[in-house]
């Protein structure tokens, strides 16, 4: 590093990218039922997704997601990918 000046612009650009990168999250109001229905056709349409990747996709708070997810499993509708 030749100087203070770069050190802080590369800083600086690492820190813009990684804004660019990053992603808000809006979590919406959701009932049980609802999230079960919306977790089935967002799979239909996405076979295989991590439940993170289906909460955000859906605005879905990760701990309702991941209980219906898991109670889904357990009704046989949705299985693990191998």
């Known amino acids: 590093m030749k ?9 600086i650009e690492a820190y813009v990218q990684d804004i660019r990168d990053s992603k ?3 979590v919406k109001s959701w009932t ?3 999230v079960r229905t919306a977790v089935v ?11 993170s990747e289906i909460c955000e996709a859906l605005g ?5 997601g991941f209980r219906v997810v898991r109670s889904l499993m357990e009704d046989g509708i949705v299985d693990r990918t191998p």
């Open 60 to 64: 879905i708070d990760f701990e309702l």
């Open 3 to 11: 100087s203070r000046t770069e050190f802080l612009e590369r800083a």
């Open 41 to 51: 056709k967002y799979l239909r349409r996405h076979p295989s997704a991590f439940v």
């Open 24 to 26: 808000v999250v809006v």
């Open 32 to 34: 049980e039922p609802k």
